[in-house]
């Protein structure tokens, strides 16, 4: 009797499809399996982490995108998270420097220490004037923290989440409100530092790298978390094993708490009914079977365009034309190589940044982000490292190309070239080279023309204005990189959380 009951109370239980299982959509997934829901993934890789995935080739293991962890620390996001999951954490140690910055012509880098201190003297030393600036960058990030600690609903769309994004703002998290719709660049001026070369290019390339566009365009407080978040008692950290070790973990949880993740599977229509979501249509992508799901909710974890794809017609005339008026985002063109150890100078940081020309554009192979494996951290074996380089590219010149082979090797051997101004890169010490560009992306993550790094943290898609969680469909739910607080393994893991908390509250009502 009492098994009866247990299973028709197991069937009453909302049912949440969940496409996509990068960390935003396992996340959720997780969290809901947590709290009682039936869930089931839909991913159309065979490998689940999305841009936070690995691959191996021989004896290498490459983080595919991703190469950096957030909130790791105690009451960090992924600390809290794999604390309600019952998870251990993944062993990880901190990146220390978080990245070492080369502008052209200089052999000396920016190094972005995790200790304040020592990130103070060396900012002082390489911008000589600008401390005024830090500090109040400093200031608004410890402001913006709190208020992101209380867990606020951005951008709000009913008047639970009004609620609860005026329960986050106390006293001392109202500083950063005058600010809200400022560009870095602005504040630049304000401080008379716009015209400082060096500096304003070294917060060209470090915010292209975190949200995507430079200083004349990204959110001022969005710069200060992204700049901020470095140093401790936070810091970015570098996973032991892979980066796939997050996503395991997190597939594993859903397993456990009775959810489902299916591999292989693509979605390819959400369908409405009473504008609802009510059924999803899958594809199996190795017997090419379709059929239908019956959903309760939806959480996509997937950008706006695919969202407006999966939707069609049914795309709120509004929100579709916002998709449409949106700059293109970029995308990545990456270089993976397995090399000996040799190939590695001497106390190489792990992970560092290459300006090649002031002239030129961040991204193009002007610019590289590289990560370096570590002794011993699993992706490489012993006397031999992975070295994982990638340069911001338009993804329109990849699907609009004569020649995608020639084009593709072009791109190879001219970020080889750059590289071996600082590794030894010769046929000696290469045994693995390959390389992704956006349609790799695309085909392997599904992402709208391969784009990477979400849509940009302009004033315009930032925080208050920028995409919701909450979609104008309600109990269609979007996470990623698209919605506040933007990329990141943390970011997304962030915005999975607010979706959850918004699914509960819409539950209980």
Excluded at 118 to 130: D, I, L, T, V
Excluded at 170 to 181: E, I, S
Excluded at 225 to 242: D, E, N
Excluded at 479 to 485: A, F, K, L, N, S
């Amino acid at each position: 009797m009492n098994s009866q009951m247990n299973s028709q109370s197991s069937h009453r239980r909302p049912k949440v499809i969940v496409i996509g299982a990068g960390i935003g959509g396992l996340t959720a997934a997780a969290l809901l399996a947590k709290r009682g829901y039936r869930v089931c993934v839909f991913e159309q890789a065979m490998v689940p982490g999305g841009c936070a995935s690995t691959f191996r080739r021989r004896e290498f293991t490459f983080d595919v995108g991703a190469t950096q962890v957030a909130g790791l620390e105690p009451g960090g996001i992924h600390h809290q998270i794999f604390s309600e999951l019952g998870l251990e954490l993944p062993a990880a140690e901190h990146c220390d420097p978080a990245c070492a910055v080369f502008l052209p012509g200089e052999t000396t880098p920016i190094s972005v220490w995790r200790d304040p201190k020592q990130w103070q003297s060396e900012r002082q030393q390489q911008f000589p004037g600008s401390e005024p600036f830090w500090q109040k960058l400093g200031a608004l990030f410890n402001y913006s923290w709190r208020f992101q600690t209380r867990q606020p609903v951005l951008p709000p769309r009913n008047l639970w989440a009004t609620w609860q994004l005026a329960n986050s703002l106390r006293p001392g998290t109202l500083l950063p409100v005058p600010y809200t719709f400022s560009p870095v660049g602005q504040m630049l001026k304000g401080y008379g530092l716009y015209g400082n070369r060096r500096l304003k290019t070294f917060l060209d390339l470090q915010l292209k790298l975190y949200s995507q566009v430079g200083a004349d365009d990204t959110a001022l407080l969005y710069a200060a978390t992204a700049l901020g978040v470095s140093q401790a008692p936070q810091g970015l950290f570098h996973l032991q094993g892979s980066m796939q070790v997050l996503s395991n973990a997190l597939v594993n949880s859903i397993k456990q708490l009775g959810g489902e993740v299916l591999l292989g599977h693509s979605v390819e229509q959400i369908q409405l009914e009473n504008n609802r979501p009510r059924f999803i249509r899958i594809r199996h992508q190795k017997t090419g079977e379709t059929w239908l799901e019956s959903a309760d909710h939806v959480v996509a974890n997937v950008t706006v365009q695919n969202l407006t794809t999966l939707l069609g017609k049914q795309t709120p005339k509004g929100y579709k034309q916002r998709v449409d008026k949106l700059i293109p985002s970029s995308g990545a063109f990456v270089v993976y190589l397995g090399v000996d150890q040799a190939a590695i100078p001497e106390d190489c940081p792990p992970h560092l940044q290459f300006l090649y020309d002031y002239d030129g554009p961040i991204g193009e192979n002007n610019s590289l982000f590289v990560s370096v494996s570590r002794p011993g951290d699993g992706r490489a074996p012993e006397g031999k490292a992975t070295i994982v380089a990638s340069s911001f590219t338009d993804v329109q010149a990849w699907q609009k190309c004569n020649d995608y082979g020639a084009l593709k090797a072009d791109y190879e051997a001219g970020a080889i070239a750059k590289l071996n101004q600082f590794f030894n890169l010769t046929p000696e010490t290469i045994i693995h080279v390959e390389s992704g560009t956006p349609r790799t992306f695309e085909r392997y993550t599904a992402r709208h023309q391969g784009m990477v790094g979400g849509i940009g943290q302009r004033l315009s898609t930032f925080g208050p204005i920028g995409f919701a969680t909450r979609t104008p469909i309600p109990k269609l739910w979007l996470v990623g990189d698209c919605v506040h607080p933007g990329e990141g393994t943390a970011g997304v893991s962030y915005a999975a959380l607010t979706a959850v908390r918004q699914i509960e509250e819409m539950e209980r009502a």
